[in-house]
């Protein structure tokens, strides 16, 4: 398996415009979640689906901000209007299970370092 | 308060050198604990990762957990360049998060 796929690898954009970032989670895996990654927050979680439905958006930091999953095997997380401070890497991953009852492993992609100026 | 948090170094050490990592955390139900391997310019990966209190070991890595003090290390022996990159902690937290530390970046000098 190729594991979890992003794309771009880097984006740089001007403030304002829309930035869409795109991923491919494992296959069969059911969920998938959308991090962010900065130097003073760390890895913080933005949003993670269920079998392509959202379960947890609470991460999400603005309206700005929206992820789909039309199906199971492509998710998108869309910035409209990018702002500076979105730079960041941002990183999808995916997992076979999830929840208290069962921790399983979490795979990561690569990641999209994004940069708005 | 942050839920885990985490000396971010850098640590710097020779090759061979024993290498502590620790975080701490807050919440006292938190019952896993994991701990996340991240390469340069790569995503992190699952190191290994122990449930409830107790030591485990992994070859040259060892995880041990005190829920007492709220504490946990990874322990890396005879450490490699190879082992050169950030390492995270990370505790599950209700059934939708993953809170993690924010990485303590360790270079291992040969």
């Known amino acids: 398996d190729a594991g979890v796929i992003q794309s771009p690898r880097h984006e740089v954009t001007e403030m304002g415009q829309e930035v869409t970032l795109r991923c491919k989670p494992i296959?069969?895996?059911?969920?998938l979640f959308w991090y962010r990654q900065t130097m003073m927050r760390g890895l913080e979680l933005l949003i993670y689906f269920n079998n392509n439905v959202p379960i947890d958006d609470s991460g999400m930091p603005e309206d700005r901000f929206s992820a789909k999953m039309p199906n199971a095997s492509f998710s998108t997380l869309k910035i409209q209007p990018s702002e500076p401070r979105d730079s960041a890497v941002y990183f999808c991953?995916?997992?076979?299970?999830?929840?208290?009852?069962?921790?399983?492993?979490?795979?990561f992609g690569p990641g999209t370092r994004l940069t708005v100026l | 308060q942050k839920e885990v948090e985490q000396d971010p170094g850098p640590l710097s050490v020779p090759e061979g050198a024993i290498v502590s990592l620790n975080c701490t955390y807050s919440n006292s139900a938190f019952q896993y604990f994991m701990w996340y391997r991240q390469y340069s310019r790569k995503g992190p990966e699952l190191l290994m990762y122990t449930y409830s209190s107790g030591n485990k070991e992994d070859g040259r890595f060892t995880a041990q957990v005190d829920k007492s003090s709220k504490y946990i290390s990874l322990f890396i022996r005879d450490s490699q360049p190879s082992d050169s990159a950030t390492y995270l902690c990370?505790?599950?937290?209700?059934?939708?998060?993953?809170?993690f530390g924010t990485g303590t970046r360790l270079t291992v000098i040969p």
């Open positions: 990370a505790m599950p937290g209700g059934a939708n998060n993953l809170f």
């Open positions: 991953a995916s997992s076979l299970a999830w929840g208290l009852a069962g921790v399983d492993t979490q795979y």
């Open positions: 296959s069969g895996h059911d969920y």
